[in-house]
């Protein structure tokens, strides 16, 4: 499944957790763990046994592989639902502002669409975040909600 995206800045690199390296694993959830935990001050089980059933989106510093992580998310299809879940959307401190999130979820949106044409998306936003996934085409759904200590709003895709 290994797609790659270059840029002249940075390579976004798509992968089934299968083919992860260790490394690779290693350095997603680091920066899952710095940013999340860490900076957000956010206690919760970010590790929560669902990375194997899920499409990996590896955003690098440069177009080598395996250099600076500067950006990750993952999705995955929820079977019972049909329902196709974009998750744990996260940036590296100097990667944001710069267009890399931009670029990360019109990525993973494309490769839904072509993956699970018709199917429906939706996203776990940080309210702070909300604006951003609306200019991707996302609409807000639901009440404000906690999820450690950070609130949340659902949101789905209506491109």
Known sequence: MKNTLQTS???IHCVRFSELSITQFYMLAKLRQDVFIVEQQSIYTDLDGLDSEA???LC????QVDTQLIGYARYRLCESS???KIERVVLAAPARGKGVGKQLMQTILQD????HAGAQISLSSQVTAQAFYQKLGFVATGECYDDGGIEHITMCYLP
């Open 9 to 11: 800045l940075y390579n």
């Open 55 to 57: 499409i990996h989106f």
């Open 60 to 63: 690098w510093s440069s177009i």
């Open 82 to 84: 049909g329902l196709v």
């Open 112 to 115: 839904i669409q072509t993956q």
